[in-house]
């Protein structure tokens, strides 16, 4: 049923979730949503209630639910042939490759399709060691990459790791966390001492020569942590003078999320030799990817599959978001509307004392909740109350960090000021109700 009227879908969608799906499958809010319909950035449940959605799936739905021009590409697919395997060529596949090596920075040119952020997180960590002949990676505290084996021996957080690590060689680095720096210092003074810590970790806890430095440029499920200008190249430099490769990891950074650039890492004017990415690409569809260098690249087995890797439907998909993005110059949208957002953000941080931190970029912003600005002991009580009254509001939102205490906002890259206005009267008002 789809009846966007029936109460009845709702409490039995959710009884069913509750009955029949493992526990770990959780969802937001005390009551939850069972959502049957989305058009652009709105979506609907089953009662029939409205809500801006302002995370978009986790930074998924990109440009729009039902975007009429991806939905139309993802269809026209459909009707002609839905699935092949790598087994075969598909012209998709072949001209997103194209396109992905086009506006990539550097190098990079050769692509690799799979499903999910983690399958193309494990086969960037699988390149570099096959490339480097070395077993050891470097990763950040705070980080996320997945739910594998390799990817959840790489996660920076406790709450995500059910199991010790699985695999060994993993080496967790300081978080460019300046608002909770690990060295209680203060940018700039601090003089990056996290990134320059990166050559003391690889001295002590490594062989000295390492397969990869591996980090998101914003640290997502982290809270939207962004490091200081110079962070990469410094993390960069020290990674490749101990033989190591410098991997990007963009499922949440890409597809011009930041504002005027593709891919995050373009703005810490730093190259580097594999990149991953997923979500946004496909507006919903599933697909992730990753590029690496033809020197890289080149030295991956000379036989391996991926199911669901460079699916047609898949390609078509990600090949109509980014001729939208282009098209409608979403990129640049994405840093004036975001500039707008985090100006409006700012305005409740001086409001609500509650409010620590307010950090981001382009789309990608994010609001730390604390008890107290002193203490800076994390609040993630208060962000679960704002989050009971902005859906009231009609308003949906994300969260994160390590502790909780972030909300976390990931509006869609066609969004406009009119949107951030109803997202901040919705977050206002939830601050009030605190």
Known sequence: MTDTNSKTT?????RKHKEFLFPAVANYYQEPIALVKGEGKYVWDGEGNKYLDCFGGVLTVSVGHANPKVNEAVINQLNKIA??????????????????????????????FTSTGTEADDTAVFAAKLATGRQEVIVLRHSYSGRSATALSNVGHHTWRPLPAQVAGVVHAAAPYCY?????????????????????????????????????PILGVGGFIVPP???????????????????ADEVQTAWGRTGDKWFGIEHWDVTPDIM???????????????????????????????????NPVSMAAGLAVIQFVEDNDLRTNARIVGDYLHEKLCGLHERYEIIGDVRGKGLMQAIELVTDRKSK????????????ETKKQGVLIGKGGLYGNVIRTGMMLNSTKDNVDELIAALDKGFESL
């Open 276 to 310: 991953t990415s997923a979500k946004g690409l496909g507006n919903g569809i599933p697909v992730a990817w990753t590029i690496a260098t033809p020197e890289v690249a080149d030295k991956f087995p000379g036989t391996t599959f991926a199911t669901f890797g460079g």
């Open 10 to 14: 709702v409490s039995e969608a959710v």
């Open 229 to 247: 200008p110079e962070y990469f190249e410094i993390a960069y430099g020290i990674a490749r003078e101990h033989g190591g490769l410098c991997i």
């Open 83 to 112: 699935h092949t395997s790598t087994l075969y060529a598909n012209e998709n596949q072949s001209n997103l490759a194209e396109k992905l090596a086009e506006i990539t920075p550097g190098n990079l040119k050769k692509s690799f």
């Open 180 to 216: 909770r720096c690990p060295f209680k210092l203060e940018y700039p003074s601090c003089d990056v001492a996290c990134a320059k810590d990166i050559k003391n970790i690889i001295e002590t806890a490594t062989t000295g020569e390492i397969a990869a430095f591996m980090a998101e």
């Open 377 to 388: 002991q994390p609040n993630p009580q208060a962000v679960l109350k704002v989050f009971e």
